[in-house]
């Protein structure tokens, strides 16, 4: 290790990198951040002019650490001009110019356009507007391209995600992409185009070639082969089916999906490989020339070539940087430096890009490589000290033995070198990722990724061959595709895990690579012990911590228009009161916004899951949360519908043969930890079927839960609506509570006067999104609260909710730090 840190750009880099996670978090911005930067680096070259080497590289380090943090800053702080893009978001419609400035985003279910803003027209005025907008076309958008100029009248909004604890967010990775704002077309009239043509001709060219490449493959190729073909030709991933890329994540192999550094890797290897060949038949060039050198120079063009084909995304450029300075090390006989090559590779990427640092596919592709780069050769001279046979390349079974063996290791060695971060973004592990990427990988890269590519090649000037090769192509995907989807289907395949913490990740690549160096000494074994006896700490403590809570904890998760409620209770039982869900199959809560938050908890039992009704925003999300996560039992009211939302959960449940409990208000319900739960809606007796019911009669069947824990009340609603209220004051229920869960998302026909007079709540919990079609929660219900004295929260707002109590006392903290 202290041979690596002697490296100068080691140190510079781990300073830019830390910079750069630093400034990621929400700092206060720093307006002389410049002015800094620039002191900074004029001492640095005054101390090295003075050659105070030491004192000049803790100044270089402190460079750039703070040009990571201020270049983070320029991306989540932007100051923009009056008129940019952002500047126009409002309630009101706008009628907008702009250039598509990439290629469009096709999906089954619309068109994603990144559009470069000219101009805003209001009546006879033409306004100039600068900046970027990503724009949401429902269906497929028409024949659209990059260059072509749209005129389009839309509401702009906000980036807004899902703001829970662990839960990816949606507007930093779109500011780190520097979009602001983002508009929604739902209907083609709403939008024509102008003009085609806008952008570097050039590019316009690539561009037709990428359309005439997308229509080759549609044509010839077949679902779901020409959807793999698109993938690793072109870069879209739009269209490769849902069960396709669930097995290629069960078998560890989701990253030959994605035109990353494997693919680029194998197109260099191919490439260089036919070059060196091609110049080794002629006994001149051989003579004059130093073919391997020419050879790596003249495969950096081919690289070029196919990162514009595969739409030039910044994923897609920065392992083309990183392999051709590989390519580089070559030319410039710097091939003993490659951990030196990949820290510049690396230190060029996040300059040029600083928020590559947190993109999945750069810390997998730099992981993978650096790995390799470390660990196979040590492993390697360890296994040659133990005896292990790794014979001479002398007989071709020979060759085929030792390709096999170092195929095993390099591909161990990757997987275990990603694993922590496959986990922190998959939360998920394939347990036989290493047989499936020894057959996956070269299958692909020296089969399907050729043949599509020289396929490719020949549409454009001998079409039948081209046609020919893409027909033999998918018998290859074919068989891929079926060997895949067996390795997938075999129990235990891939397995669920929690989020690792940073200690966690830290512990773990301690011991990673200390484990190569137990031969040094005792001090390097004593080292690796006292590290896993404290990774096991941490790992005993996050699964017994919560035995000994007391309080009782409620999270109001924020799945915008619906609910879902976690309930903690005193000493690790835990309750899923709904999952919220979109009334569109486009975006799976359950799988995006409740899964990640509880596993970010180390949680991955739910002792009690309840749906208090089949409405598809408390619904749909818990089918994933059914199938992925250990379930006690499952609470309902009894009532069942005829949605595929609802049939799908039905099949988790008998599958996993989960214990299924129907409730209404004459039911008893067991205390649990001295919480002591009371159900007040439906009332009991069968609701008969619901063909013929309407939505306010489902939604007056909600089941609500009266909550008590010593002194403090807490009352979960559901979606009750004004006669389901007046209902339950007729009843003479007891509705006194501390804590109210706003019924029916604040709608008019809920909150009714003499309800909450009852209730008379401290604080009244609002599950809401931010952009709903009822444009909830309703202002006269929220007067009724204000008059009443409430303290509102919302999730719209505040993001996730999170309420605890020891039975005396009630803390409410909210995820985002915002006013009522």
Same mark, same amino acid.
């Given at each position: 290790?202290?041979?690596?840190?002697? /490296?100068?750009?080691?140190?510079?880099?781990?300073?830019?990198?830390?910079?750069?996670?630093?400034?990621?978090?929400?700092?206060?911005?720093?307006?002389?951040?410049?002015?800094?930067?620039?002191?900074?680096?004029?001492?640095?070259?005054?101390?090295?002019?003075?050659?105070?080497?030491?004192?000049?590289?803790?100044?270089?380090?402190?460079?750039?650490?703070?040009?990571?943090?201020?270049?983070?800053?320029?991306?989540?702080?932007?100051?923009?001009?009056?008129?940019?893009?952002?500047?126009?978001?409002?309630?009101?419609?706008?009628?907008?110019?702009?250039?598509?400035?990439?290629?469009?985003?096709?999906?089954?279910?619309?068109?994603?356009?990144?559009?470069?803003?000219?101009?805003?027209?209001?009546?006879?005025?033409?306004?100039?507007?600068?900046?970027?907008?990503?724009?949401?076309?429902?269906?497929?958008?028409?024949? /659209?391209?990059?260059?072509?100029?749209?005129?389009?009248?839309?509401?702009?909004?906000?980036?807004?995600?899902?703001?829970?604890?662990?839960?990816?967010?949606?507007?930093?990775?779109?500011?780190?992409?520097?979009?602001?704002?983002?508009?929604?077309?739902?209907?083609?009239?709403?939008?024509?185009?102008?003009?085609?043509?806008?952008?570097?001709?050039?590019?316009?060219?690539?561009?037709?070639?990428?359309?005439?490449?997308?229509?080759?493959?549609?044509?010839?190729?077949?679902?779901?082969?020409?959807?793999?073909?698109?993938?690793?030709?072109?870069?879209?991933?739009?269209?490769?089916?849902?069960?396709?890329?669930?097995?290629?994540?069960?078998?560890?192999?989701?990253?030959?999906?994605?035109?990353?550094?494997?693919?680029?890797?194998?197109?260099?290897?191919?490439?260089?490989?036919?070059?060196?060949?091609?110049?080794?038949?002629?006994?001149?060039?051989?003579?004059?020339?130093?073919?391997?050198?020419?050879?790596?120079?003249?495969?950096?063009?081919?690289?070029?070539?196919?990162?514009?084909?595969?739409?030039?995304?910044?994923?897609?450029?920065?392992?083309?940087?990183?392999?051709?300075?590989?390519?580089?090390?070559?030319?410039?006989?710097?091939?003993?430096?490659?951990?030196?090559?990949?820290?510049?590779?690396?230190?060029?990427?996040?300059?040029?890009?600083?928020?590559?640092?947190?993109?999945?596919?750069?810390?997998?592709?730099?992981?993978?490589?650096?790995?390799?780069?470390?660990?196979?050769?040590?492993?390697?001279?360890?296994?040659?000290?133990?005896?292990?046979?790794?014979?001479?390349?002398?007989?071709?079974?020979?060759?085929?033995?030792?390709?096999?063996?170092?195929?095993?290791?390099?591909?161990?060695?990757?997987?275990?070198?990603?694993?922590?971060?496959?986990?922190?973004?998959?939360?998920?592990?394939?347990?036989?990722?290493?047989?499936?990427?020894?057959?996956?990988?070269?299958?692909?890269? $020296?089969?399907?990724?050729?043949?599509?590519?020289?396929?490719?090649?020949?549409?454009?000037?001998?079409?039948?061959?081209?046609?020919?090769?893409?027909?033999?192509?998918?018998?290859?995907?074919?068989?891929? /595709?079926?060997?895949?989807?067996?390795?997938?289907?075999?129990?235990?395949?891939?397995?669920?895990?929690?989020?690792?913490?940073?200690?966690?990740?830290?512990?773990?690549?301690?011991?990673?690579?200390?484990?190569?160096?137990?031969?040094?000494?005792?001090?390097?074994?004593?080292?690796?012990?006292?590290?896993?006896?404290?990774?096991?700490?941490?790992?005993?403590?996050?699964?017994l911590k919560d035995l000994f809570r007391k309080d009782l904890i409620l999270t109001f998760l924020d799945v915008g228009?619906?609910?879902?409620?976690?309930?903690?209770?005193?000493?690790?039982?835990?309750?899923?009161?709904?999952?919220?869900?979109?009334?569109?199959?486009?975006?799976?809560?359950?799988?995006?916004?409740?899964?990640?938050?509880?596993?970010?908890?180390?949680?991955?039992?739910?002792?009690?899951?309840?749906?208090?009704?089949?409405?598809?925003?408390?619904?749909?999300?818990?089918?994933?949360?059914?199938?992925?996560?250990?379930?006690?039992? $499952?609470?309902?009211?009894?009532?069942?519908?005829?949605?595929?939302?609802?049939?799908?959960?039905?099949?988790?449940?008998?599958?996993?043969?989960?214990?299924?409990?129907?409730?209404?208000?004459?039911?008893?319900?067991?205390?649990?930890?001295?919480?002591?739960?009371? *159900?007040?809606?439906?009332?009991?007796?069968?609701?008969?079927?619901?063909?013929?019911?309407?939505?306010?009669?489902?939604?007056?069947?909600?089941?609500?839960?009266?909550?008590?824990?010593?002194?403090?009340?807490?009352?979960?609603?559901?979606?009750?609506?004004?006669?389901?209220?007046?209902?339950?004051?007729?009843?003479?229920?007891?509705?006194?509570?501390?804590?109210?869960?706003?019924?029916?998302?604040?709608?008019?026909?809920?909150?009714?006067?003499?309800?909450?007079?009852?209730?008379?709540?401290?604080?009244?919990?609002?599950?809401?999104?931010?952009?709903?079609?009822?444009?909830?929660?309703?202002?006269?219900?929220?007067?009724?609260?204000?008059?009443?004295?409430?303290?509102?929260?919302?999730?719209?707002?505040?993001?996730? *909710?999170?309420?605890?109590?020891?039975?005396?006392?009630?803390?409410?903290?909210?995820?985002?730090?915002?006013?009522?």
């Amino acid at each position: 290790m202290t041979g690596i840190l002697r /490296l100068p750009l080691i140190p510079i880099l781990i300073a830019y990198a830390i910079g750069i996670y630093g400034g990621h978090f929400n700092l206060p911005y720093f307006s002389q951040g410049l002015f800094l930067l620039l002191i900074l680096l004029a001492l640095w070259v005054l101390l090295m002019v003075l050659k105070r080497i030491r004192w000049a590289s803790w100044v270089a380090l402190s460079f750039f650490f703070f040009l990571g943090i201020f270049s983070m800053q320029s991306y989540l702080h932007p100051k923009h001009s009056p008129s940019h893009v952002s500047r126009f978001i409002g309630p009101q419609r706008i009628l907008l110019e702009g250039t598509i400035d990439r290629s469009p985003q096709r999906t089954r279910t619309g068109t994603q356009l990144l559009i470069k803003s000219h101009k805003m027209i209001s009546g006879d005025r033409h306004i100039p507007v600068e900046g970027h907008l990503l724009l949401f076309i429902k269906g497929e958008g028409g024949p /659209l391209h990059v260059g072509d100029r749209l005129r389009f009248l839309c509401r702009l909004q906000r980036p807004h995600g899902f703001h829970n604890p662990g839960v990816f967010s949606y507007e930093r990775r779109l500011a780190f992409e520097r979009i602001h704002a983002i508009g929604f077309l739902s209907d083609e009239k709403m939008w024509v185009k102008v003009g085609e043509g806008f952008k570097n001709p050039i590019l316009l060219r690539i561009e037709k070639w990428r359309d005439h490449l997308r229509n080759f493959l549609e044509k010839e190729g077949t679902l779901p082969y020409s959807s793999l073909f698109q993938a690793l030709v072109l870069g879209e991933q739009g269209n490769i089916p849902e069960d396709v890329r669930e097995h290629f994540i069960a078998t560890g192999i989701a990253h030959l999906l994605a035109i990353s550094g494997d693919h680029l890797g194998i197109v260099a290897f191919l490439s260089f490989s036919l070059i060196l060949w091609l110049m080794k038949r002629s006994e001149l060039l051989l003579l004059s020339l130093s073919a391997r050198k020419w050879a790596a120079a003249m495969t950096i063009p081919c690289l070029l070539l196919y990162t514009f084909i595969a739409g030039g995304g910044i994923s897609v450029i920065r392992a083309t940087i990183m392999v051709i300075l590989f390519f580089l090390s070559i030319v410039f006989d710097r091939e003993r430096y490659l951990l030196h090559t990949l820290a510049l590779a690396a230190l060029l990427i996040l300059l040029f890009s600083p928020p590559s640092l947190f993109d999945v596919s750069f810390q997998l592709s730099f992981l993978a490589v650096l790995s390799i780069l470390y660990l196979v050769p040590r492993l390697l001279r360890n296994l040659k000290r133990e005896g292990m046979p790794i014979p001479p390349e002398i007989s071709w079974r020979q060759k085929i033995w030792k390709y096999v063996t170092l195929s095993l290791i390099v591909t161990v060695v990757a997987i275990l070198g990603t694993a922590p971060f496959v986990a922190l973004h998959f939360n998920r592990v394939s347990l036989i990722g290493f047989l499936a990427n020894l057959f996956a990988v070269p299958w692909v890269g $020296f089969l399907i990724v050729p043949i599509s590519l020289i396929a490719s090649l020949f549409s454009f000037f001998f079409y039948p061959l081209a046609g020919l090769l893409i027909t033999v192509n998918q018998f290859f995907a074919a068989l891929l /595709l079926k060997i895949v989807a067996f390795f997938a289907s075999i129990p235990y395949a891939s397995i669920d895990l929690s989020t690792p913490t940073l200690l966690e990740i830290i512990l773990y690549y301690l011991l990673l690579f200390l484990m190569v160096h137990l031969r040094k000494g005792k001090k390097i074994r004593y080292l690796f012990v006292g590290i896993f006896i404290l990774l096991a700490a941490d790992i005993a403590y996050w699964n017994l911590k919560d035995l000994f809570r007391k309080d009782l904890i409620l999270t109001f998760l924020d799945v915008g228009h619906g609910d879902s409620i976690l309930v903690e209770f005193p000493g690790g039982k835990r309750m899923l009161i709904d999952g919220g869900g979109l009334h569109e199959d486009r975006f799976d809560i359950g799988k995006n916004a409740i899964a990640p938050f509880l596993r970010s908890k180390k949680i991955r039992k739910i002792d009690t899951l309840v749906l208090t009704h089949p409405d598809p925003d408390h619904l749909k999300g818990l089918n994933f949360i059914a199938s992925r996560f250990s379930i006690g039992r $499952f609470l309902d009211t009894g009532l069942r519908t005829d949605s595929e939302s609802y049939f799908q959960l039905e099949k988790t449940l008998q599958r996993r043969k989960i214990e299924r409990v129907p409730l209404n208000e004459d039911m008893k319900f067991q205390s649990i930890q001295g919480v002591e739960i009371s *159900i007040l809606n439906p009332p009991a007796g069968s609701p008969g079927p619901l063909s013929h019911r309407n939505p306010a009669w489902l939604n007056n069947q909600s089941l609500v839960m009266k909550l008590r824990f010593k002194n403090v009340i807490l009352l979960l609603t559901g979606d009750v609506e004004r006669e389901a209220e007046e209902r339950m004051v007729r009843k003479g229920h007891s509705l006194r509570a501390h804590i109210l869960k706003v019924p029916h998302h604040g709608s008019s026909s809920s909150s009714s006067p003499g309800f909450l007079e009852k209730v008379k709540p401290d604080y009244a919990i609002l599950s809401v999104g931010e952009r709903n079609i009822g444009r909830l929660p309703h202002p006269e219900v929220i007067e009724r609260y204000k008059r009443l004295g409430s303290k509102i929260f919302r999730t719209d707002k505040h993001g996730a *909710i999170t309420v605890m109590t020891d039975g005396e006392r009630v803390e409410i903290k909210t995820y985002l730090k915002r006013d009522n």
